[in-house]
Nanobody, 126 residues
Framework: QVQLVESGGRQVQPGGSLTLSCTGS????????MGWFRQAPGKEREFVAV????????RYAESVKGRFTISRDNSKNTVYLQMNSLKPEDTAVYYC???????????????????WGQGTQVTVSS
């Protein structure tokens, strides 16, 4: 059983920063790639970033490159998403997800991920 819980979402002004956290249960947390996805109202869930089990490999969506940073601390069973220079179009529910099936790198589709958190709302507005 894997449980993922996101936290840190809130309303921020354009240009602001925010850090999201996702904490997972289970001793095998560090064995798996972790991803961040987001879903805006009326839109499909989209890829944001993914990090390999040992943080050696990282991929970002083009829309967030240079602004977002994904990281992880396996000793804490936690993955982070540092978001800078936030834009209104970043407004969405942000989800973390775990790839427990070792999808060939890089996993970029929601279907590649087997476990999901409940999501945390990020609203970028003035």
């Amino acid at each position: 059983q894997v449980q993922l819980v996101e936290s840190g979402g809130r309303q921020v002004q354009p240009g602001g920063s925010l850090t999201l956290s996702c904490t997972g249960s289970g001793r095998a947390f560090g064995d798996y790639a972790m991803g961040w996805f987001r879903q805006a109202p009326g839109k499909e869930r989209e890829f944001v970033a993914v990090i390999s089990w040992n943080a050696y490999s990282i991929r970002y969506a083009e829309s967030v490159k240079g602004r977002f940073t994904i990281s992880r601390d396996n000793s804490k069973n936690t993955v982070y998403l540092q978001m800078n220079s936030l834009k209104p179009e970043d407004t969405a529910v942000y989800y973390c997800a775990q790839d427990t099936q070792y999808t060939a790198w890089p996993p970029l589709n929601p279907r590649d991920f087997d476990s999901w958190g409940q999501g945390t709302q990020v609203t970028v507005s003035s």
